[in-house]
């Protein structure tokens, strides 16, 4: 096949992304003749290279347009109007779970529980739960928690007020302020369309964490200081596969985060993330669709872990959308 790799343009000076190399091998060895298209700001030229000699299948790693993730969707949106095949979720599927608070909506519809929250925008209330301090403040468009730092948890009112005032200022957008839910974090990878199948759960480990911090896996958390380099932890806090776990709690995990796949209405591959209290109560936070296929971040070593090789799990995901389009 003749396979696409859309992707976002790396940040001024930054590295490439690992990721585009290694989808590259992996889709290489499995015969196939990749391109690279890269997405930046303009639409004409992502429309020219697509349009040239059309892919059998693009492979759709854009997850920015002008550095607005808000813009996800119209990326998957654009591919509809070129008729072309795409991997990984429709524009329905990232715009729900691409803003976090319509995301909660649809999932409390399906009874699928998140965090109490309140969504404000520009001063006015859209909807308040009964929310609790602590809590923790975010811009609900954002990704790679852009936006969440260890600043984000707020104990009361006064810092609350300034919170909310500088995400206005900062991101134009309305503000998430969501319950802080102090519990262990995991991370649950979902693939498939007609039978989703979730991965072995993945536990983002925090016993380094700094003392006295709130523990949220937060913008200097996942990238290091600055944001350098891709899939680089933080010292204080590893991905680990958890030994000691109630098995009926993996269980529950596993069956929230293919619920919420399905709610989200998402496609092909995603992952979950999930906060659970000390009484296994358990919160979706997050529904990342197409999310990082890096072959040591989560998605890739949980697939490991079920038994899939990195080259395995790219032909799935490319079995899975071509499957769809056959139907
Ligand atoms: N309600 C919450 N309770 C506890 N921790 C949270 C909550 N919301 C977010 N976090 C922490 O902040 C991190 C980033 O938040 P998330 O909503 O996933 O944003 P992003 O899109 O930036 O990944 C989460 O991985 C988690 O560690
Ligand atoms: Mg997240």
Redesign the pocket.
């Known amino acids: 096949m003749r396979i696409a790799l859309l992707h976002t343009a790396d940040a001024a000076g930054a590295p490439e992304d690992p990721v585009l190399g290694q989808l590259e091998d992996a889709l290489r060895e499995d015969g196939h003749d990749v391109s690279r298209v890269v997405v930046a700001d303009r639409v004409p030229p992502v429309v020219a290279a697509l349009c040239a000699s059309p892919p059998d299948l693009v492979f759709n790693l854009a997850e920015s347009y002008g550095g607005k993730s808000a813009l996800e969707s119209n990326i998957a949106a654009l591919l509809n109007l070129l008729h072309l095949r795409y991997t990984g979720s429709s524009p329905a599927g990232l715009l729900l779970a691409g803003d ?1 608070s319509i995301a909660k909506k649809v999932l409390g519809f399906h009874g699928i529980a998140s ?1 109490e929250a309140a969504t404000v925008y520009r001063g006015d209330l859209d909807w308040a739960g009964k929310l609790h301090f602590p809590v ?1 403040v ?1 811009p609900p468009q ?7 730092t260890t600043r984000s948890v707020v104990r009361d009112l006064q810092e609350l007020l300034e919170t909310m005032s500088a995400i206005h200022r900062e991101f134009n957008q309305p503000v998430l302020i ?5 519990g262990r ?1 995991f991370y649950v990878g979902v693939l498939g369309n007609e039978s989703p199948k979730p991965l072995p759960v993945i536990e ?1 480990d925090f016993t380094d964490f700094p003392e006295g911090r709130p ?4 913008f200097e958390a996942k990238w290091g200081d600055g944001g350098a380099g891709h899939g680089a932890e933080f010292a204080g806090t590893r991905a680990v596969f958890p030994e000691t776990i109630d098995e009926e709690l993996l269980r529950t995990m596993q069956a929230t985060a293919v619920e919420a796949f399905r709610a989200l209405r998402l496609r092909d591959y995603a992952r979950i ?1 999930l ?1 659970v209290t000390a009484e296994a109560k358990v919160y979706v ?2 529904a990342n669709p197409n999310c990082y296929l890096e072959r040591h971040a989560e998605f890739a070593r949980a697939a490991e872990r079920a038994g899939m090789s990195y080259r395995e799990l790219i032909h799935t995901i490319v079995e899975l959308a071509g499957a769809r389009y056959a139907r």
């Open positions: 976090k965090p923790i975010k954002e990704d790679a928690s852009l936006g969440v969501e319950e802080f839910v102090d974090e983002l523990r949220v896996a937060s993330d906060r936070i997050e």
